[in-house]
Every structure is written in structure tokens, then in C-alpha cells.
């Protein structure tokens, strides 16, 4: 949402978007210091929560730096740094959307230093998967960091992005699985309704891509009104766009759940 306009805000609250949450991520360039991190997590703590409220959206948020800036290692630690500081900011779930993006050796030991982060201060987890064609191994190298560390509870993490070819290997490990809708990459509502017609809508979260390309904030609604022209229930509709989510997020003692509008 740092991305976004006032406008977008308005729509969500319109749409009845009881609540946001919005996970550290790519500004669509590299930052070149820490300084410049700090001030985007102050964004994230302080000042979009308080823009949320003006429209009566409660607003949480994710902290990390992303996989594509890890790659620098003297910069992504200096960042991991200073997480610890923000961890107590009455909107932060958790370590996140962490992962990897070339699935390279340098971006595997960013991931491995945000799991410990999140162990050492018993955070809920957030995880990007990579694009296209790397995908798959990326999702694997990530499951097998996750499961490296015996005190991940995998009911605990929700693995993002995923797509049909590695939806069922996510739910299958028991991790919770995200779904994000996006318009130019990652899944439409149709592909979204259609893996979770074939393969599962237990530990399963939509999420609206809502950054600085193109993309829809009102993509979740979107998928509801796709999944009742299908001719799905309102209490089913209601399970995977509503219910699922504040069951994975009241895991966290930040959460306050919204009222149903």
C-alpha cells in the first residue's frame, strides 16, 4: 500500500475489506543502505496505519528485506539488524515476505538468517516464492530451510505464491499455502478458484498483489464474486476469503480480529 493511492484505500473500504496486511517488498529499485530500509519500516509501522484509519481499515504489516535486494549481504544484514526494533510495533505479524528470487547461494543464507530471526523472536513467517520457470526448485529449497530448523511449526508460515505445480507439495508439508492475484503474473481468479476446486481450500490464502505495477487491490472480492458465479456457497465464499485468513493470522497475539461488515 505504500505504493498506493488514497483512492485505493477508499475502493477497499468500500469492497468491505475488514483488514490489511502488508509484507516488506521490492520498492521496484535496489536501496543502496540500511537508512534507507529504516525509513520504510517507520512507513510500514507508523504512517500507513495511521492512513488505513482514516478509513477504518486496520493495517498490519511484515518485516525483512526482499530476496532480490539479499543478494548484497553486507547491506541485508545490516537491514536484519534492524528488525528487532520494529518487531514490538503493535502492527507487526511477523518476518516477512522473505524467500528467493535467482535462488542463488547468497539469497538461501538471507532466508536461513530470517528464519532465525523469526525462531529467536517467535514470529509467523511470510515466504515468497520465485517466478516461472524457478519456481519449483525455489519452492523445494525453501521447504527444505524451513524444515532444516526444528523449531519451524508449519502451521506457522504461509508459503505465497504458489501455482499449480507447487500447491499440493506446500499443503501436503503443512504449511499454509497463499494464492496471489495478480493480473500480468502469478494466478488469475479463475486459476485460483480452479486449484482450490482441484486440489484444497484448507490452509489456503488469497491475496491481492497490490504494488507499484500493474496490479488490483480488489482482486480478492473479484475472486468472490467468481467463485459465486460458480455457483459456490456464501458460506464457502466466506470460509477461504474470510475465515481462512483470520484463522492464520489470530495466531499471532497482534491480531485483533475485525468485525464482520
Given at each position: 500500500?505504500?505504493?498506493?493511492?488514497?483512492?485505493?484505500?477508499?475502493?477497499?473500504?468500500?469492497?468491505?475489506?475488514?483488514?490489511?496486511?502488508?509484507?516488506?517488498?521490492?520498492?521496484?529499485?535496489?536501496?543502496?543502505s540500511a537508512d534507507g530500509f529504516y525509513?520504510?519500516?517507520?512507513?510500514?509501522?507508523?504512517?500507513?496505519?495511521?492512513?488505513?484509519?482514516?478509513?477504518?481499515?486496520?493495517?498490519?504489516?511484515?518485516?525483512?528485506?526482499?530476496?532480490?535486494?539479499?543478494?548484497?549481504?553486507?547491506?541485508?544484514?545490516?537491514?536484519?539488524?534492524?528488525?528487532?526494533?520494529?518487531?514490538?510495533?503493535?502492527?507487526?505479524?511477523?518476518?516477512?515476505?522473505?524467500?528467493?528470487?535467482?535462488?542463488?547461494?547468497?539469497?538461501?543464507?538471507?532466508?536461513?538468517?530470517?528464519?532465525?530471526?523469526?525462531?529467536?523472536?517467535?514470529?509467523?513467517?511470510?515466504?515468497?516464492?520465485?517466478?516461472?520457470?524457478?519456481?519449483?526448485?525455489?519452492?523445494?529449497?525453501?521447504?527444505?530451510?524451513?524444515?532444516?530448523?526444528?523449531?519451524?511449526?508449519?502451521?506457522?508460515?504461509?508459503?505465497?505464491?504458489?501455482?499449480?505445480?507447487?500447491?499440493?507439495?506446500?499443503?501436503d508439508q503443512g504449511f499454509w499455502a497463499?494464492?496471489?492475484?495478480?493480473?500480468?503474473?502469478?494466478?488469475?481468479?479463475?486459476?485460483?478458484?480452479?486449484?482450490?476446486?482441484?486440489?484444497?481450500?484448507?490452509?489456503?490464502?488469497?491475496?491481492?498483489?497490490?504494488?507499484?505495477?500493474?496490479?488490483?487491490?480488489?482482486?480478492?472480492?473479484?475472486?468472490?464474486?467468481?467463485?459465486?458465479?460458480?455457483?459456490?456457497?456464501?458460506?464457502?465464499?466466506?470460509?477461504?476469503?474470510?475465515?481462512?485468513?483470520?484463522?492464520?493470522?489470530?495466531?499471532?497475539?497482534?491480531?485483533?480480529?475485525?468485525?464482520?461488515?
Amino acid at each position: 500500500m505504500v505504493s498506493r493511492t488514497t483512492d485505493d484505500y477508499k475502493a477497499m473500504a468500500l469492497a468491505g475489506c475488514a483488514a490489511i496486511c502488508e509484507p516488506a517488498f521490492w520498492a521496484g529499485f535496489d536501496r543502496k543502505s540500511a537508512d534507507g530500509f529504516y525509513d520504510y519500516f517507520c512507513q510500514l509501522t507508523q504512517h500507513e496505519p495511521a492512513r488505513a484509519q482514516k478509513l477504518g481499515i486496520p493495517h498490519y504489516s511484515w518485516l525483512c528485506i526482499n530476496s532480490k535486494e539479499s543478494e548484497d549481504m553486507g547491506l541485508a544484514r545490516e537491514v536484519l539488524a534492524l528488525i528487532p526494533e520494529f518487531l514490538n510495533a503493535p502492527n507487526v505479524l511477523g518476518i516477512g515476505e522473505i524467500g528467493l528470487n535467482k535462488n542463488t547461494r547468497n539469497e538461501m543464507k538471507i532466508l536461513e538468517e530470517h528464519i532465525d530471526l523469526a525462531v529467536k523472536y517467535n514470529q509467523l513467517i511470510l515466504v515468497h516464492t520465485p517466478h516461472l520457470e524457478d519456481k519449483r526448485k525455489g519452492t523445494r529449497l525453501i521447504l527444505d530451510a524451513l524444515k532444516n530448523n526444528p523449531k519451524i511449526e508449519p502451521h506457522r508460515v504461509i508459503i505465497d505464491h504458489v501455482e499449480e505445480h507447487t500447491f499440493k507439495e506446500v499443503i501436503d508439508q503443512g504449511f499454509w499455502a497463499g494464492i496471489t492475484l495478480y493480473p500480468e503474473s502469478k494466478a488469475s481468479p479463475q486459476r485460483a478458484i480452479d486449484m482450490v476446486e482441484t486440489i484444497s481450500s484448507q490452509r489456503v490464502w488469497l491475496n491481492s498483489a497490490c504494488d507499484w505495477g500493474h496490479s488490483d487491490p480488489l482482486s480478492v472480492p473479484k475472486t468472490a464474486l467468481e467463485m459465486k458465479r460458480r455457483g459456490h456457497s456464501v458460506q464457502a465464499i466466506d470460509n477461504l476469503i474470510f475465515g481462512n485468513p483470520i484463522q492464520f493470522l489470530s495466531q499471532s497475539k497482534k491480531f485483533v480480529r475485525p468485525e464482520v461488515i
